[in-house]
């Protein structure tokens, strides 16, 4: 039953045919986006290109912990501060995120009722109000601390007013430098230790002290060479100077703000994630276990755990990368990561809209891939493997 | 062991209050101590936090029995030994919060559209109401009504979307946002899973993309870019170019929830009906679609409240929703240092919200016994 239209049921010719079309009216809509676009640019006065990169910002960071910034320095500069400043704040409240998520989801599924209960109203108070406000009464709380001429001492040696908290710096001498080498030969050691013991658990059945041994290399050899050395270490302490401290490591409020709110706020969705994924181990597991005389925690870490694993990588992955993005709410609370030191700033001063907008995006997209990189890789080390 | 085993006593109660106390708190030492611990904590922490909040807090008259306007008249503020919490800002700024600057005048318009809205979701909400059909009727026209009602037209005076504010922006923004988001994630998810490798290529490049960058460059692309894109003449609303970019977002993430349910469709359904000879569209419109949403109706919900909850990020590029009408009544001296307050005050408005549609979103999912999470991220 052809119809007139005999070429146009041709399922070949009318997928080239619907393809172009798409094509042509894309085409046609990016050169009238384009075009519209430089006649924009050139009635604005707008510089186009590159070259605004090396300029001088003409203006101050006040949190760059990686990198001397000073306002001679250029745009570029102050890109790579916001990625510097966006990648420790990411990694820093994915860390802390992971570690109270975990504990809180383990926590959730406790006998204890009223603890658990506990959890359950802090998860969903947590997820339930948005992160944006999260961050900004965190630091409304932070600013409203003692100022520094009353601030609070913790230890002798951390001082916490509205300015943030001030603690010593450490300053590595020269003799450190064979200390931290020793630090990382012990981490490598005790990862291969950790290889042999396994395989030779595999065949023989013995085992071997991989955690204790593990402990003393990593700790106590460098610890030692860092006394025979001669304690090549030293701390620069904050001292109060007019109004301002003078010296020492300094963490500012709108940081601390940050790691807070998203640690916590991501953290209720972990605790989800990780309930979910021991709920997912079935009970006959648990019971096994306990019936061939596995202590509690050994049950936990060498039978739940593993398995519910398998279950909580991939939405634990997911949860890293809206992190990473949520770090963005820092020009909120004028934390210069990436948003608001290069694409609020360095935007408001050049202009150039469309070249710092890309900068910042291309950068988050090319972390998320990387993020999703190396967890895909950590999830398929975790999986069933098929032998 | 020749000796007589010892007379053992009666299992405890494992049932009625004494037994499931036994079982869910004082399970054993370590489980006892931790439930005294936490009883301790509660009995430091409630009452504290009930003073505050509500038995020292004034909520519209101090402990003199004036009238408060501004924030030195709180009895807090009187009197540090005396009072909580200072609710008359919530109390004074209420309107603000609930409208923004909308004309007071006019103000009845605001209203009939909230009373308006909640009929428009009724349906889509609940299944069995009765005359259901007629009410999907109206829920279609309602975002013309809404539209007239609110901006002006049709006999109604202008009032422009600067004036817009606190939770009216907010709902717009939400309900928008998703509703525009809905087709526009089926298109792209059908577009992902299309056969033609030229349009599943851009549906996926452009889902990949959006997901990949923050909401708030989206939003700057939106007030900065946008203007720049299009000719002379053409001056968009602020609000509109916030609206657009909350709704590319949002499409994203729904295509990708939604192709998650298309995914789940058996191939036998996409066979028999090739084999009825439906076109593609027919099959997908009359067949598959309504099958594939239906099974991911829970995670379009959870997607839902992440963009509630996102909405709060417009007020970075200037537009005053509920949060950003509580930062400016912050930053009036009148009011000065009432952050707790009016924190608390959106906090909760949002937490209504949006642990209401995370229950409905549960009710769903036990209703449905799909037990399936897709698409969760």
């Given at each position: 039953m052809r119809s007139n239209l005999g070429f146009f049921s041709d399922e070949k010719f009318r997928s080239i045919f619907f393809q172009t079309l798409v094509v042509g009216l894309f085409a046609l809509g990016l050169f009238f986006v384009i075009s519209t676009t430089?006649?924009?640019?050139?009635?604005?006065?707008?510089?186009?290109?590159?070259?605004?990169?090396?300029?001088?910002?003409?203006?101050?960071?006040?949190?760059?912990?990686?990198l001397e910034f000073k306002s001679t320095d250029t745009h570029l500069k102050v890109y790579f501060v916001g990625v510097l400043n966006t990648l420790l704040v990411s990694v820093t409240g994915c860390i802390a995120a992971t570690i109270l998520g975990f504990i809180l989801g383990i926590v959730r599924l406790s006998s204890n009722w009223l603890l658990s209960r506990l959890v359950y109203i802090y998860v969903e108070f947590s997820r339930n109000v948005p992160l944006l406000l999260q961050i900004i009464l965190w630091y409304s709380i932070l600013i409203q601390l003692p100022r520094v001429k009353q601030s609070l001492q913790v230890l002798d040696v951390f001082y916490i007013s509205n300015r943030g908290l001030y603690s010593p710096r450490p300053i590595f001498e020269s003799g450190f430098s064979y200390v931290s080498i020793a630090i990382v030969l012990a981490l490598i050691s005790s990862f291969l230790i950790n290889r042999w013991a396994k395989k030779r658990q595999d065949?023989?059945?013995?085992?071997?002290?991989?955690?204790?041994?593990?402990?003393?290399?990593?700790?106590?050899?460098?610890?030692?060479?860092?006394?025979?050395?001669?304690?090549?270490?030293?701390?620069?302490?904050?001292?109060?100077?007019?109004?301002?401290?003078?010296?020492?490591?300094?963490?500012?409020?709108?940081?601390?703000?940050?790691?807070?709110?998203?640690?916590?706020?991501?953290?209720?969705?972990?605790?989800?994630?990780?309930?979910?994924?021991?709920?997912?181990?079935?009970?006959?597991?648990?019971?096994?276990?306990?019936?061939?005389?596995?202590?509690?925690?050994?049950?936990?870490?060498?039978?739940?755990?593993?398995?519910?694993?398998?279950?909580?990588?991939?939405?634990?992955?997911?949860?890293?990368?809206?992190?990473?993005?949520?770090?963005?709410?820092?020009?909120?609370?004028?934390?210069?990561?990436?948003?608001?030191?290069?694409?609020?700033?360095?935007?408001?001063?050049?202009?150039?809209?469309?070249?710092?907008?890309?900068?910042?995006?291309?950068?988050?997209?090319?972390?998320?891939?990387?993020?999703?990189?190396?967890?895909?890789?950590?999830?398929?080390?975790?999986?069933?493997?098929e032998k | 062991m020749?000796?007589?085993?010892?007379?053992?006593?009666?299992?405890?109660?494992?049932?009625?209050?004494?037994?499931?106390?036994?079982?869910?708190?004082?399970?054993?030492?370590?489980?006892?101590?931790?439930?005294?611990?936490?009883?301790?904590?509660?009995?430091?922490?409630?009452?504290?936090?009930?003073?505050?909040?509500?038995?020292?807090?004034?909520?519209?008259?101090?402990?003199?029995g004036e009238q408060i306007t501004n924030q030195e008249m709180c009895s807090r503020n009187l009197d540090p030994e005396n009072g909580g919490a200072c609710w008359a800002v919530i109390y004074v700024r209420f309107y603000q919060f609930i409208y923004g600057f909308y004309p007071k005048v006019e103000v009845w318009r605001v209203n009939l559209a909230y009373v308006m809205l909640a009929f428009a979701l009724l349906p889509l909400l609940y299944a069995k109401l009765p005359y259901r059909k007629y009410f999907l009727y109206f829920t279609y026209i309602f975002p013309v009504i809404a539209y007239f009602l609110l901006n002006g037209g049709l006999g109604f005076t202008e009032v422009s979307t600067n004036k817009w504010g606190g939770l009216l922006v907010t709902l717009v923004l939400g309900c928008t946002g998703i509703a525009l988001a809905f087709p526009i994630g089926i298109m792209l998810a059908l577009g992902r899973r299309s056969k033609l490798p030229v349009i599943s290529m851009m549906c996926t490049l452009f889902i990949e993309f959006i997901r990949g960058v923050p909401l708030i460059t989206l939003l700057f692309f939106g007030m900065v870019m946008l203007p720049l894109f299009l000719p002379e003449g053409i001056d968009m609303d602020g609000l509109v170019r916030v609206l657009v970019a909350v709704t590319l977002f949002q499409s994203a993430y729904m295509a990708e929830v939604i192709r998650g349910g298309l995914q789940a469709i058996p191939p036998g359904q996409y066979e028999a009906a090739k084999s009825l000879g439906m076109s593609y569209w027919r099959m997908n419109l009359l067949i598959i679609l309504p099958q594939a949403i239906r099974i991911s109706i829970p995670p379009i919900v959870n997607t839902s409240i992440g963009l509630f909850k996102d909405t709060t990020l417009v007020i970075i590029v200037g537009i005053l929703d509920l949060l950003g009408i509580g930062r400016g009544t912050l930053a009036d001296t009148n009011w000065l240092g009432l952050s707790y307050e009016i924190y608390f005050f959106v906090s909760l408005v949002f937490f209504i919200f949006t642990f209401g549609m995370s229950r409905y979103s549960l009710y769903l999912e036990k209703k449905l016994k799909t037990g399936i999470n897709m698409g969760a991220d």
């Open positions: 430089s006649y924009n640019l050139e009635k604005r006065n707008i510089a186009t290109g590159w070259s605004f990169l090396q300029n001088p910002a003409g203006f101050d960071i006040s949190f760059s912990p990686f065949k023989t059945g013995q085992q071997f002290p991989v955690f204790s041994s593990s402990i003393g290399l990593i700790f106590i050899v460098p610890l030692i060479l860092f006394f025979i050395l001669g304690s090549p270490l030293s701390f620069e302490h904050p001292e109060l100077k007019g109004f301002n401290f003078k010296g020492g490591l300094v963490i500012r409020p709108e940081f601390i703000a940050m790691f807070l709110a998203l640690s916590i706020y991501t953290a209720a969705f972990i605790s989800e994630i990780v309930r979910a994924g021991i709920m997912s181990v079935s009970k006959g597991q648990r019971e096994a276990s306990a019936a061939i005389g596995l202590k509690q925690t050994w049950i936990m870490r060498l039978i739940i755990i593993p398995q519910a694993l398998r279950v909580i990588v991939p939405p634990l992955t997911s949860q890293y990368l809206n992190l990473t993005k949520n770090s963005s709410l820092g020009i909120a609370v004028g934390y210069a990561d990436l948003v608001h030191g290069f694409g609020g700033i360095s935007l408001n001063q050049t202009g150039q809209a469309i070249e710092c907008m890309a900068i910042v995006m291309a950068t988050y997209l090319s972390i998320s891939l990387t993020i999703s990189f190396f967890m895909n890789i950590y999830n398929r080390s975790i999986q069933f493997k | 020749n000796e007589m085993n010892e007379v053992r006593k009666p299992p405890v109660a494992t049932t009625g209050i004494i037994g499931w106390l036994r079982i869910n708190l004082f399970f054993n030492w370590t489980n006892s101590l931790i439930t005294l611990f936490v009883i301790y904590c509660l009995y430091q922490f409630i009452p504290w936090i009930l003073d505050w909040t509500i038995f020292s807090a004034d909520f519209k008259y101090n402990y003199l």
